[in-house]
């Protein structure tokens, strides 16, 4: 279980503090599949970001029941692939150094077939498509085996059929190896179709939670997800957005 | 660009150097023709004479080019790792940077002497700036983005700098590295031109005292000759070592 108690998280921008993350508290339970929606600047990345580490909250804590710290992997909106190395190396490039190179180099293979790029194992970012960059990205996070993984809106990018293609791809890999997996994203669909859960939120806040208890493949035209739906846009709606300064 | 275009385009250039001398467009003193110029380059090479300018001056541009690399690179990382050393130095050294070299030469004169000091002082300054440049917006522009992947893998900062920020930076400083280059052989005739009693620099003045536009032209040649093949073994050593930067040494034709 990872928890999150009273999470806040203030910038400083010139003389004001931007206030963008406020009161949040949240359980993931361990194995779960949490979807985060909504609109874009609501704190979700930052929400994600302060998950992985890459920012400390302004107040509040995060704790895991057990106690050891998180493997964690981030899929970003970009791949953020390194340039200077081909996609194997780009995928195991968390691994070098910690794992024994013969394991490093089976892992590396069985994340690159996973995201079906086994054909491209030796190119390099700048002959690949988009949404296959994407792809290493999924499987450079897969390969640290992680218990946490932490997904920013990884399938913006890509087009429909492929990003259909890769949530039932994810879906496959949560139910095989069972990871806490966050996925933050602004298509409520998506967070239907993905999450046991959706989390709602608002101007730094989470403001609703919609239980989603279908079975998996879920259908976009299945009349149960268009009924989860349509209550997290109704509940998303009714909020007032922000009013820029 | 193909090979083929290449040889096309130096073909043409000297059929029309040719063309102009043979025909008489331009005096044979102004431009002597392509045939009077390799036949004095073969004069020169057989006596030993180019050589010895040459020796002299690869010695200087070497000497220079790596002095510049050793001030450049660590002032560049000072900069890059001290904001306040930066806004404290970095007026000055834009001051500095829009002074010719050249224009330093009487100066340089005063302090330094004729010797080899004020020569290789002289190609320092005219390469100094782009490898800093180089170095410092390389370190500058690396993606952030990028850092926060070496994170989430748990990088210490030494992992973060070895295989984040080193290979980011490296397309800017090969840049730099190479306008450095081809600064320091421009800076070099100007080097010799003064106080000088060897070097290509020396050669090709001393050749115009003596009304030998042949000579001259011939260590026009050799310079240029000699700037192309370092450029090919500086392109080819990082081809080698990082083949990732081929697209970038193409922005790096100074």
């Known amino acids: 279980m990872l928890e999150l108690s009273g999470i806040g998280r203030r910038y400083r921008v010139g003389a004001e503090d931007v206030i963008a993350l406020a009161d949040v508290d949240i359980a993931f339970p361990s194995g779960s599949l949490t979807t985060l929606v909504g609109r874009s600047g609501c704190g979700k990345t930052t929400l994600l970001r302060i998950l992985a580490g890459l920012e400390q909250p302004s107040e509040g804590e995060i704790r895991r029941s057990d106690g050891r710290p998180a493997r964690i992997g981030v899929v970003f909106q970009e791949a953020r692939l390194m340039p200077w190395l081909d996609v194997s190396a780009n995928v195991g490039f968390g691994l070098r150094g910690r794992v024994p190179r013969a394991t490093a180099q089976e892992r590396c293979a069985a994340a690159i077939g996973l995201v079906g790029l086994s054909a491209f194992a030796a190119a390099m970012p700048a002959q690949l498509s988009g949404g296959m960059a994407q792809r290493v990205a999924i499987a450079r996070a897969l390969v640290q085996e992680p218990d946490l993984l932490l997904l920013d809106e990884p399938f913006a990018a890509l087009d429909a059929f492929t990003r259909r293609a890769m949530q039932n791809e994810l879906v496959a890999i949560w139910q095989r190896r069972r990871p806490t997996i966050v996925f933050v994203t602004h298509d409520v669909e998506e967070a239907v179709l993905l999450g046991e859960r959706a989390l709602e939120m608002q101007a730094g806040r989470i403001v609703g939670r919609e239980e989603i208890a279908l079975p998996y493949p879920r259908d976009p035209t299945d009349p149960d997800v268009n009924l989860h739906r349509r209550r997290i846009l109704a509940r998303l709606m009714a909020t007032p957005a922000p009013v820029p300064d | 660009m193909p090979r083929f275009t290449t040889i096309t385009v130096f073909a043409?250039?000297?059929?029309?150097?040719?063309?102009?001398?043979?025909?008489?467009?331009?005096s044979a003193f102004l431009l002597p023709a392509p045939a009077t110029v390799a036949e004095t380059l073969g004069e020169l090479i057989a006596s030993g004479e180019l050589l010895r300018h040459t020796l002299v001056s690869l010695r200087r541009v070497a000497l220079?080019?790596?002095?510049?690399?050793?001030?450049?690179?660590?002032?560049?990382?000072?900069?890059?790792l001290s904001r306040r050393l930066r806004d404290m130095f970095e007026p000055l050294l834009e001051f500095l940077r829009q002074i010719p070299p050249l224009a330093l030469m009487p100066l340089l004169m005063l302090w330094l002497g004729i010797g080899e000091t004020q020569k290789v002082g002289i190609i320092i300054l005219s390469c100094f700036f782009p490898i800093f440049l180089g170095v410092r917006g390389g370190f500058d522009s690396v993606d952030r983005k990028l850092i926060d992947v070496g994170t989430v893998c748990g990088f210490s900062r030494s992992q973060v700098m070895l295989r984040i920020v080193l290979p980011s930076a490296l397309?800017?400083?090969?840049?730099?590295?190479?306008?450095?280059?081809?600064y320091s052989w421009r800076a070099l005739v100007g080097a010799e031109l003064i106080a000088s009693s060897a070097g290509l620099g020396y050669?090709?003045?001393?050749?115009?005292?003596?009304?030998?536009?042949?000579?001259?032209?011939?260590?026009?040649?050799?310079?240029?000759v000699l700037g192309l093949l370092a450029d090919h073994l500086l392109r080819l050593a990082i081809r080698r070592s990082a083949p990732w930067l081929a697209g970038d040494l193409e922005m790096a034709r100074a």
């Open chain 2, 12 to 26: 043409i250039t000297l059929a029309l150097w040719w063309l102009a001398s043979r025909s008489g467009w331009v």
């Open chain 2, 203 to 224: 050669m090709i003045v001393d050749a115009e005292n003596l009304a030998r536009t042949d000579i001259v032209l011939a260590g026009i040649l050799v310079i240029g």
């Open chain 2, 64 to 80: 220079g080019y790596v002095l510049a690399i050793a001030f450049a690179v660590p002032l560049a990382l000072l900069f890059v």
């Open chain 2, 171 to 182: 397309p800017a400083i090969v840049v730099g590295l190479r306008i450095g280059l081809g």
